[in-house]
């Protein structure tokens, strides 16, 4: 079992950028197809953006299409969000998940993921 750990949320102005970085433990990291997914306060979790094994394939939810980027360096075991043009609506805390894909795939379904962060809040001032 591989074990996340997010970095690099903050306090950012709307229409900045940021960049969050889960770091991914073991040596099977490029085993898995990695995802992240957001949660407001009293909502649920919803996906954001999803990659596979070799980072040849992406998926975005809609709201995040052409503002976000997923990457992942599987050399540093490390997956990445880059966040552009962000918005208000964008302040909530930021997990990655990680989903055992010898096959390959890109998934999108939360119930899906294997092991997942303990999250990075995001906060996008206005």
């Known amino acids: 079992q591989v074990q996340l750990v997010e970095s690099g949320g903050g306090l950012v102005q709307a229409g900045g950028s940021l960049r969050v970085s889960c770091a991914v433990s073991g040596r099977t990291f490029r085993t898995y197809g990695m995802g992240w997914f957001r949660q407001a306060p009293a909502k649920e979790r919803e996906f954001v953006a999803a990659?596979?094994?070799?980072?040849?394939?992406?998926r975005y939810t809609d709201p995040v299409k052409g503002r976000f980027t997923i990457s992942r360096d599987n050399a540093k075991n490390t997956v990445f969000l880059q966040m552009n043009s962000l918005k208000p609506e964008d302040t909530v805390v930021y997990y990655c998940?990680?989903?055992?894909?010898?096959?390959?795939?890109?998934?999108?379904?939360?119930?899906?993921?294997?092991?997942w962060g303990q999250g990075t809040q995001v906060t996008v001032s206005s």
């Open positions: 990659i596979d094994v070799s980072g040849g394939s992406t």
């Open positions: 998940a990680a989903k055992r894909a010898p096959f390959g795939g890109v998934f999108t379904t939360e119930a899906l993921y294997d092991a």
